[in-house]
């Protein structure tokens, strides 16, 4: 049994498929998906998704709740509170993703910092672990969050494809790091690959961030291509989805000279244990 800690189930390169992708994704052995907020309305979107698909996959959908660092500019005063209504939903898990990204800047960095430091200062009060971006951004993100690592039950730098110094930084303040399909890129992904060994099995977790970064080792027949370029009439021939996590777990396991199997096991223990997929743990 695997757990994508990522997916952007409410992207519209899903909306003729949902059901039957969930239904590849359990047949893969992919039993739970965490579905990622990044913004105030996707985070709506992603909550209701959990509840319309709850009948018929009961037990494996959730979700976070939060301000991607691009949307930070729309954030308001009423941002606070709609982000808090969200959480209250059983089905919502962690904030996130919020961070910091100063790749692009879609959104100044002042901009990004306040709307990060008001998630982490709603995760401290309502005890949620929170889901991390970062891009171009490790050392202002740590410093931030190590002002509030005491405070904050847990983090996962998700989708991290950064230095070792920033790696180092994030197990430092004992975080959890997510991977992606991005370390099956032998060209971009080559840092990575040399990195994930580095980390420890109870920190590690792994995601897709589907429908983005298809696996490159990704057999060509397995592609679900077909389906979308039928519908929408123009090729896109690189959409990711959650069936396809394995590929990414065997690629990790091979740079970590460890057995798919016992990655798979640890990386589902650790997602379970992190987002407390089993309700809330007895005191
Ligand atoms: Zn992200």
Request: proline content about 5%; aromatic content about 6%.
């Amino acid at each position: 049994m695997m757990i994508d800690i990522g997916v952007n189930l409410s992207n519209p390169r899903f909306d003729n498929d949902r059901q039957q992708l969930l239904e590849r994704a359990r047949a893969a052995g992919v039993e739970k998906l965490i579905l990622t907020g990044t913004s105030v309305s996707e985070s709506d979107n992603v909550a209701q998704l959990c509840q319309i698909f709850e009948p018929q996959f009961p037990g494996m959908l959730f979700a976070t709740a939060g301000i991607h660092p691009h949307d930070a500019k729309s954030w308001n005063s009423e941002s606070i509170g709609r982000l808090r209504a969200l959480a209250a939903l059983p089905c919502v898990v962690a904030l996130g993703e919020m961070g910091l990204d100063f790749n692009r800047n879609f959104s100044t960095p002042a901009a990004q910092e306040k709307a990060f430091e008001a998630q982490l200062e709603l995760a401290v009060e309502l005890e949620l672990p929170v889901f991390l971006h970062e891009r171009d951004a490790s050392v202002r993100q740590l410093q931030i969050l190590k002002n509030y690592r005491d405070h904050l039950v847990d983090g996962v730098s998700h989708c991290f494809t950064g230095s070792r110094e920033a790696l180092y930084g994030y197990l430092d303040l004992d975080l959890h790091i997510g991977i992606t399909g991005w370390v099956c890129d032998d060209k971009r992904g080559e840092a990575l690959q040399r990195l994930v060994a580095d980390i420890p099995l109870q920190r590690l977790m792994v995601e897709t961030d589907a429908p983005y970064l298809l696996p490159k080792n990704l057999p060509k027949e397995n592609r679900q291509d077909h389906h979308e370029d039928r519908h929408k009439g123009h090729r896109e021939n690189n959409r990711n989805e959650p069936a396809f996590l394995p590929w990414v777990i065997s690629k990790i396991a091979d740079h970590r000279n460890e057995s798919a199997e016992q990655l798979t096991q640890q990386t589902t223990a650790n997602a379970t244990r992190f987002f407390r997929l089993e309700g809330p743990v007895p005191e």
